[in-house]
Nanobody, 121 residues
Framework: QVPLVESGGGLVQPGGSLRLSCAAS????????MGWYRQAPGKQRELVAS???????KYADSVKGRFAISRDAVKRTVDMQMNRLRSEGTAVYYC???????????????WGQGTQVTVSS
């Protein structure tokens, strides 16, 4: 069984919106963080947004004010609303889930298979 199931990618025009969703399956152990990374062609994978127990949220500077992450810790789901998308937002978006210890180290993590987001007119 796939640990994380993503949905919501697609083609959108610049300035448009998309919503990505991700759900953790029952094969996933206890987690206290979920979020999204992306990888554009020829570039390294980068953190887009994350949400950790305790209400800690992080965003990449390039998406602040345009993207919003929301996580349901009980349902083990995470969504990301992406507004005012730009062409540089074209990438494969990956959902991740992790257990992060008190020192901030990731003890284990899970990854989705990725969903393509293309921003183009």
């Amino acid at each position: 069984q796939v640990p994380l199931v993503e949905s919501g990618g697609g083609l959108v025009q610049p300035g448009g919106s998309l919503r990505l969703s991700c759900a953790a399956s029952r094969v996933v152990f206890s987690i206290n963080a979920m979020g999204w990374y992306r990888q554009a062609p020829g570039k390294q994978r980068e953190l887009v947004a994350s949400d950790t127990d305790g209400g800690l949220r992080k965003y990449a500077d390039s998406v602040k004010g345009r993207f919003a992450i929301s996580r349901d810790a009980v349902k083990r789901t995470v969504d990301m609303q992406m507004n005012r998308l730009r062409s540089e937002g074209t990438a494969v978006y990956y959902c991740y889930a992790a257990w992060i210890d008190v020192n901030g180290n990731t003890r284990y993590d899970y990854w989705g298979q990725g969903t393509q987001v293309t921003v183009s007119s």
